[in-house]
């Protein structure tokens, strides 16, 4: 069983930058692959980046390539994810997310365990 608790959301202009951190329970940290999720009103779920159990291959989806960045540090037991450029779109609760084994995946149904989700807000 993990437990995971984001943090860092808030409310930023555009262009601005946020980190968000995602504090995991349990001992046995890397051995779950982590990805990154976000919702925004009326739409679905969707990807945003994801890594590996020992913090490799890292992947992220279209829209934040080359402003978002997935890392984690598994003697502390969190993931992060430092947004840079912000825009407007990427206003949504964002959610972090834990997947039984070291193997990597996009898909939300892919991931057993879930946050609370975190608010960020990009204004323009």
């Known amino acids: 069983q993990v437990q995971l608790v984001e943090s860092g959301g808030g409310l930023v202009q555009a262009g601005g930058s946020l980190r968000l951190s995602c504090a995991a329970s349990g001992r046995t940290f890397s051995g779950y692959a982590m990805g990154w999720f976000r919702q925004a009103p009326g739409k679905e779920r969707e990807f945003v980046a994801r890594l590996s159990g020992s913090g490799g291959n890292p992947y992220y989806a279209d829209p934040v390539k080359g402003r978002f960045t997935i890392s984690r540090d598994n003697a502390k037991n969190t993931v992060y994810l430092q947004m840079n450029s912000l825009k407007p779109e990427d206003t949504a609760v964002y959610y972090c997310?834990?997947?039984?084994?070291?193997?990597?995946?996009?898909?939300?149904?892919?991931?057993?365990?879930w946050g609370q989700g975190t608010q960020v807000t990009v204004s323009s």
């Open positions: 997310a834990a997947r039984s084994t070291t193997l990597v995946s996009t898909l939300v149904r892919d991931y057993d365990y």
